[in-house]
């Protein structure tokens, strides 16, 4: 489930990487190597592997900007954003195109399709802003090698979510930016991904767990927001065309992300 609630529009920095709501997320998995270009997170646990990520709508922020804090309702207290129905997931072992639900477990690699809509509790958050995806969470047991979010996924054909009523699914997935986190250029920068959202847009996106589930839980990420950035003029006209409409805003703190 993904579960986003947004504390204060401003959070210290210093705190924000620690305090981002946790998301748990389950998203289809697919047979075989997937055909879609993933994103991975990076070693050092906060943010991705910039590798990958080229091309994509790019916004760059500092220290300045602060975060915000998003997640699935009740994931944490005082969120600024929640992330609703993010509990509802679909799950796809390989070569499936059908999905299941949480139990039971698959066994094996597998993939998730996740479903959420948001809902800003923030007064201070009054328009578009980006939601992002900035960590995972360490304690359930996956390394960041073992989990891959898929930035250009294909639909399994003939996908059927019948089995996970809740699911709420209309036929495609949602764009992703990327959001440069120049902390202490030139030795300190964090690459996350997410969408530009607001009030009520609703986002699908789908994770690959590439080895298999430890124990009965689900990969968790933190989120993120922060106000929308004019993205950099290579990507601007390429973030025109393809994200208009879509947005989950976050805020940072600012402080220190650690």
């Known amino acids: 489930m993904i579960a986003v609630r947004l504390r204060t529009l401003w959070i210290d920095r210093k705190t924000s990487r620690g305090w981002g709501a946790a998301i748990a997320v389950l998203i289809l998995a697919v047979a075989g190597p997937a ?3 993933p994103a991975v997170f990076a070693t050092e646990g906060w943010g991705f592997d910039a590798a990958g ?3 994509r709508p ?3 922020i500092d220290e300045s900007v602060p975060f915000l804090a998003a997640g699935a309702p009740g994931s944490a ?3 600024d954003i929640e992330l609703i129905g993010t509990t509802n997931i679909c799950v796809l072992t390989p070569g499936s195109s059908v999905c299941r639900g949480a139990n039971p477990a698959p066994t094996g690699p597998f993939s998730v399709l996740v479903s959420f809509t948001v809902n800003v ?4 958050v009054d328009g578009p802003f980006t939601l992002m995806l900035t960590s995972l969470v360490g304690s359930l047991g996956y390394a960041p090698s073992e989990v891959a979010i898929e930035l250009d996924p294909a639909i399994p054909a003939g996908l059927d979510t019948t089995a996970v009523p809740a699911f709420v699914f209309d036929g495609e997935l ?5 959001v440069r986190d120049l902390y202490a ?3 300190t920068i964090y690459d996350y991904v997410g969408w530009t959202v607001q009030q009520g847009s609703r986002v699908v996106f789908r994770y690959d767990v590439l080895t298999q589930l430890r124990g009965s839980s689900y990969p968790q990420f933190t989120a993120n ?3 929308v950035v004019v993205p950099e003029p290579a990507t601007a006209l390429l973030f025109g065309l393809g994200l208009a409409g879509l947005s989950l805003a976050g805020g940072r703190r600012a402080g220190d992300r650690a």
Not at 121 to 124: F, Q, R
Not at 174 to 178: M, R
Request: hydrophobic share 50%.
């Open 185 to 187: 250029p030139p030795t």
């Open 35 to 37: 055909a879609a270009t």
């Open 174 to 178: 949602d764009a992703f930016v990327h």
């Open 53 to 55: 990520l080229a091309g």
């Open 77 to 79: 207290p005082n969120l």
């Open 58 to 60: 790019t916004f760059s």
């Open 121 to 124: 509790l923030n007064p201070a």
């Open 225 to 227: 927001a922060v106000p």
